[in-house]
């Protein structure tokens, strides 16, 4: 017997997480000198005071905890922006809105690590926070929706922190779902089997997004 | 099944523009959400091996000059960060091996694995079937003895456990591929848009997988 699959072995860690947002490029402003740097994962400066400079997050926090810059937060956490993702997830219950996958990892280690360069932080904060929230809830009512006709879900611009809560959860019940409905667990009669519904008319694959 | 060396010119384009410690990230996060053992990445782990190295002597060279320490904390983090990928990596693997080294060594998915893991798996089996023989099957009436087979009447090697490929994964593709048969009778089909999240049953998705042009999450 195909035991089931084990849950743990597919899931990243919220450290395997952050690990991977740190690689995001962002911008800093250098107060100091510094040649350019040949690093493995990539070219970057030359540092000059003033001068923006784009480099992975990680390096930007490195900089930032040892004073030698600041921290330009990206164009998407400004409270005009956030404001309006957040009006847009309200207002389409069955739609995410486009945001950096990893949106909730990225703006944590901003909040932890570079809060002074942040303005209006506790806005900024509270935003994103709905925002999850929002998005959350929809994730949840949109499970509802997968059956035992569930073949494939398509989840557009849903972020990696949200793959990664509800990955257990989907795959398990996907899992049984299409266990239960294989032929060896049913006998369908024939005729049953013809007269199901087609791709074009609310087709079995039922997305959570209508397309 | 992948060919290391099979690449074609637009392949091989894209693979110019990318970095190894990108590309190895990719293998990671694959090898990571794949139910299955993948192809092993000899050339790119030895690529990010000679860089690793390459590195270590420059953070050794830059050190002995006087560089200002903080270059050579950002050179080391740097390393530590492509050093610790590697080792997820094979780390990964060598579970998957465990969990399914018999599977694995009576399949084509032996050829999927390094001599370094061939000869782990070996062991791993030799170890693992000393250590049964000796605290149960050998207390166990003839004809139950095997470490393969429920008993002697089992025609196929029946206590073989081996990776569920009917399990679902997450994926995205970074170019449009058409439409996927989401089952055997091919009645259902998805159409994947390049950039879109979607979750699909591994096996439907599998040769995509196995060719880099579709990435799990």
Redesign the interface.
Known sequence: M????DPQ??V?SAA?ME??A??EIIEVVPNMR??P?N????DYGPFRPQIAAQVPL??AV??KK?G?CTIRPPEWMSIESLTQVLESERDSPKEFQPLPFHYVEISRLLFDHARDDIPDIYMVRSLIEDIRDVRFHKVESGLETISART????????S?ME?NIV?PF??RT??SF??HDSPEMIQQPVQMSTSRP??TDR???RDLRRR | MANESGFSMEEFESLMATSDVELLKRAWRNEKSAPEILQFQASLVQRSREQIQLMEGTIEEITRNGFDPLIVSVYQMDMDRAQYMLRSYLRTRLQKIEKDMIHISKTDLWNRLSKEEQSFSKRCYENMKSYLDESVLSKLPSGYQSDLKQSNASEEDDMVPESNLETFVFCKSESSIGAIPLDDSADEIVDLVAGDLYVLRYKSIKPFVENGKIDLV
């Open positions: 195909a035991g089931q699959s072995s597919s990243f395997e690990f991977l740190e690689d510094m040649e740097l690093l493995i994962s990539g990680w390096l490195a900089l040892r030698k073949h494939a879900v398509k989840l557009k611009n849903l990696a793959v990955r989907v795959v996907l899992q299409y266990k087609q791709a087709g079995p694959r």
